[in-house]
């Protein structure tokens, strides 16, 4: 799972991250697990939503007091497509109901902060910013009943980082909730260190911590990374400033997460930026048959890749999918649209 962030300030405007978030072995996988239950903990650590949701049913018919069962539903019904509406307001609903019927649950409340960031994301900036005190609340409970709460302790810090301090932002808050768990939880504080780099633009030292983790196979840390490396890449290719780094960057996203869309759809980037709009749609193209691909706006890409090798008919073609896509960022799609009128 992801945790958009809202462009409060800074360089930690993650969105595609406030959602269920991003350790190193097997004790990694202890710090970053939501639940107890190996079925449902490897279904939401998949992103398998609809079986998510199945399985959640299923046993809360059979229990209606089964609290991770109930915190489960909830995560389903925000995740498994976060741009319904409906879904989004069933689970906070959902997310309500397991708080009040398991107030102690840490799960509950962490399927209430991932709910309200979903719904804080689909908000105009000021309604979103008036709800950002609740999502603090709801991460802090998380984090106080089970302290040991990956998704909790890193969701926390970056909002400390994100949001200005009249909302109740604090590099010192963040830098607390590393240090207590700095020998505790290694790979935990390393990247809440990597976005406290990134909030204070320290590049070379964000990339040292970056380079020095190894998500292995836990889904949450593995977001994470996707997350923070996207971050720093794209501020070496802003203006073409550092493409080889950037690519190297994208390189070992790709050798670390193949089935993620990330690394080749990051790589389309850099040779868009150099003039190479072939291989920018050969990137784009195998990244469009990866799990996640819905989190890219890969059809726009492609069009600007194809009007750039001058093929007005495939270019267009994907700026009118992009368009079509109930899921395409309302900046992208401006882009989009500018673009294809002036195709047309």
């Known amino acids: 799972m992801t945790i958009p962030f809202l462009p409060f300030r800074g360089t930690c405007s993650m969105v595609n991250t406030m959602a269920a978030l991003t350790l190193l072995g097997a004790l990694g996988t202890a710090q970053a697990a939501i639940f107890k239950d190996p079925r449902l903990e490897s279904l939401q650590d998949a992103h398998k939503y609809s079986d998510l949701e199945q399985l959640a049913q299923a046993r809360l018919k059979l229990n209606a007091g089964d609290a991770e069962a109930s915190a489960a539903l909830s995560l389903a019904l925000t995740f498994v497509d976060p741009g319904d509406d409906k879904r989004l307001e069933a689970g906070a609903r959902q997310a309500k109901l397991c708080i009040e019927q398991h107030p102690l649950v840490a799960a509950c409340h ?10 804080m994301l689909n908000m105009g900036m000021a309604k979103a910013m008036r709800n950002v005190g609740s999502l603090k609340e709801a991460w802090i409970r998380t984090l106080e009943l089970d302290p040991n709460s990956f998704t909790a ?14 909302l109740g932002g604090s590099m010192a808050k963040a830098k607390d909730l590393e240090a207590a768990v700095r020998s505790s939880q290694p790979e935990t504080a390393r990247i809440i260190r990597v976005y406290i780099a990134a909030e204070d633009k320290k590049w070379t030292e964000m990339e040292s911590e970056l380079l020095a983790l190894a998500p292995g196979k836990d889904g949450a840390m593995r977001s994470e990374v ?5 971050q720093l890449a794209k501020v070496f290719l802003k203006d073409s400033k550092d493409l080889a780094k950037a690519q190297s960057l994208y390189e070992r996203l790709q050798r670390d997460q193949p ?9 389309s980037r850099v040779f868009a930026a150099r003039g190479q709009p072939d291989e920018a749609i050969r990137h784009l ?13 890969i059809d726009h890409r492609l069009g600007d890749a194809y009007l750039a090798k001058g093929d007005k008919a495939q270019g267009k073609a994907a700026y009118e999918r992009y368009i079509a896509n109930k899921r395409a960022h309302p900046a992208n799609l401006e882009s989009a649209r500018k673009s294809l009128s002036q195709i047309n």
């Open 259 to 267: 089935n993620s869309a990330s690394g080749f759809y990051g790589m």
């Open 226 to 230: 996707r997350e923070a490396t996207t």
């Open 285 to 297: 193209e195998r990244a469009r048959t990866l799990s996640d691909a819905g989190e890219y706006p």
């Open 110 to 119: 962490l399927a209430a902060a991932q709910n309200l960031s979903m719904q």
């Open 153 to 166: 302790r890193v969701q926390l810090a970056k909002l400390y980082l994100t949001v200005p301090g009249l």
